[in-house]
């Protein structure tokens, strides 16, 4: 079964520093991965997406995120984190049948940025 | 307001009555999801519609649980016979294809509360 693993409940970083959140998959070939975005009182809001292609895919709000098969890691990046940046943070991978988006989500990280 | 709505926004209801949640998606969508999302956990597949058709069920669908989406517009899901293991955030999602693996747009939410 694919599933995604979010190692980390809550990240600390201070503001102007960079910033990463962890997230590792476990899938049965390629995988289509995917980061949301979760502020309070708030629908999820899509960060970014790999497919295929470069390992480096970049997204919204400044957000990247590196794909690495060989760690099976999609951790997501930020080279100067904002205050605003704080909120929960969601990977989730694709079922690959169906050819729709039913998404297996990880358990979110809070991601705090302190002034 | 061009994004997925949701109402209502919050529902407290006693155990063992029913409760009906709309969602209204991306007018040009036609791909149409339910989600739950319970305390500290990611969000979790319920059901998917193309236009009208709903093409998958979770398991986690009990036989209480039903979602329409006539017309291929708007959805409704109904839970009958609330139970307080019922009680989560119900998030619709909508999509359209774009040729690709396509993003989601969720809507805020729907906050149940069985008492």
């Known amino acids: 079964a694919q599933s995604v693993a979010q190692p980390e409940d809550q990240v600390n970083v201070a503001e102007g520093n960079p910033l990463t959140v962890k997230c590792t998959y476990s899938?049965?070939?390629?995988?289509?991965l995917f980061w949301y975005v979760q502020y309070p009182n708030r629908g999820l809001q899509f960060l970014l997406k790999y497919i295929t292609g470069d390992n480096l895919v970049k997204g919204s709000y400044g957000f990247e995120a590196e794909f690495n098969k060989s760690q099976t890691s999609f951790h997501l990046k930020k080279p100067s984190a904002l205050v605003s940046d704080s909120a929960l943070y969601f990977c989730a991978v694709r079922e690959r049948s169906g050819g729709y988006n039913k998404l297996i989500f990880g358990a979110g990280t809070r991601l705090a940025v302190h002034p | 307001d061009t994004g997925v709505s949701q109402d209502p926004r919050h529902k407290i209801t006693k155990r063992g009555q029913n409760v009906t949640f709309r969602c209204d998606p991306i007018s040009e969508h036609n791909r149409l999801y339910w989600y739950r999302q319970t305390l500290g956990q990611g969000p979790e597949f319920l059901t998917y519609?193309?236009?009208?058709?709903?093409?998958?069920k979770s398991r986690l669908l009990s036989d209480r649980f039903s979602a329409e989406r006539p017309k291929g517009s708007f959805s409704t899901l109904e839970i009958q016979r609330t139970e307080q293991g019922d009680s989560a955030m119900y998030l619709c999602a909508s999509s359209l294809p774009e040729g690709g693996v396509e993003k989601l747009f969720f809507g805020s939410g729907t906050q149940l509360s069985v008492l």
């Open positions: 519609f193309q236009n009208e058709a709903q093409l998958e």
């Open positions: 899938v049965s070939g390629n995988p289509y």
